[in-house]
């Protein structure tokens, strides 16, 4: 709608399409206006795209996972000790960047506060199952003679027999 722009104040109302946070504004005052172009850009913000550069070595990991499991968890860099907020992915890349060897892998998370913004850097993290048959053990339980490393481990979660396990 056009209107008077010689004051901070416009006698007409522009109406958005949709409720959302204004990103840009195309235009200042006294500007005579081309209706072909955006004089607002609006988004909402309660919903932000994510993408992930992910090593084409771990993406047969990703397809594999069946899509009720297809969660990451978002960190963002900015902000190193905030609590990861959590989200699923949808869509990974059919196309491996030369230069990194990456595929970007598309996905969703929630922003219902508004706190993140458009464009920042995150850091996501698939937890991923372990094959059949191994078990994750800490670096801190592992007893190594040089050549070979050992656990101990109990048949019976409170008791005192340990039995030693060469692990490969």
């Known amino acids: 709608t056009y209107g008077d722009w010689s004051s901070d104040v416009c006698s007409s109302d522009l109406l958005s399409p949709m409720d959302g946070v204004i990103l840009e504004k195309n235009f200042t005052v006294g500007d005579i206006i081309d209706t072909s172009h955006d004089m607002f850009k609006v988004a909402d913000l309660s919903r932000l795209g994510v993408m992930a550069n992910v090593y084409e ?6 397809v594999a996972l069946p899509p009720e499991k297809r969660q990451w968890e978002i960190e963002l860099q900015s902000e190193p000790g905030l609590k990861p ?3 699923y992915f949808e869509s990974i890349g059919n196309v491996i960047d030369p230069n990194q060897h990456t595929a970007i892998v598309k996905g969703w998370l929630n922003n219902p506060d508004g ?3 458009v464009g920042q850097f995150v850091t996501v993290t698939v937890e991923l199952p372990n094959p059949a048959g191994w078990v994750v053990v800490p670096t801190s339980s592992l007893a190594d ?3 070979r ?3 101990f481990v109990t048949p019976q979660k409170d008791s005192m027999i340990f039995s030693r396990r060469e692990i490969r």
Do not use: A, F, I, T
Request: no cysteine.
């Open 57 to 62: 070595e771990d993406l047969l990991k990703l």
């Open 85 to 87: 907020r959590h989200g």
């Open 115 to 117: 706190q993140l913004r």
């Open 145 to 147: 003679d040089g050549s």
């Open 149 to 151: 490393s050992y656990v």
